[in-house]
């Protein structure tokens, strides 16, 4: 049996926190298995848990990371659309982003909302 996906976030980043918590809340009220389907790290609770997929802390606090269950690592963009993709309700919304040319575009606009979003959590402190 295939090791069930890893989602590496940041909870220090209130954006961030809240996005995770907003998509467990969808995946419990969707899924027979819930938020369990996907192991949820915490950068902010287990900063050692960077090295098991060979990134620096600021990395992961930069951009989500994912480790799908076929042990491939995702990044940013990449990783809504896999997360999306597994939750009824927004499947949609994953297939959509996923499409070619729309998926370039969404990675330009999630790095570059990324770098502003790091940006602002360091400069208020939070690391």
């Keep these: 049996m295939p090791a069930k996906p890893k989602l ?6 209130p954006v961030c926190r ?3 918590e907003q998509q467990r ?5 969707t899924l027979p298995e819930g938020s369990d389907s996907i192991a949820w790290c915490d950068i902010a609770a287990t900063p050692e ?3 098991e997929i060979d990134r620096s802390v600021d990395q992961i606090r930069h951009s989500l990371h994912l480790v ?3 042990g491939r690592l995702l990044v ?3 990783v809504a659309i896999a997360v999306w993709q597994m939750t009824p309700g927004r499947r949609w919304l994953g297939q959509l982003v996923g499409l070619p040319g729309i998926r370039q575009l969404a990675r330009w606009g999630y790095n570059r909302f990324a770098d502003r979003l790091f940006a602002w959590n ?3 402190g939070r690391w």
Excluded: L, W
């Design 8 to 13: 590496y976030y940041n909870s220090a980043c």
């Design 76 to 78: 940013g963009a990449d």
């Design 122 to 124: 360091k400069g208020h």
């Design 25 to 29: 809340a969808k995946m419990d009220a």
């Design 49 to 51: 848990a960077a090295k």
């Design 68 to 70: 799908d269950e076929n």
């Design 18 to 20: 809240t996005g995770i």
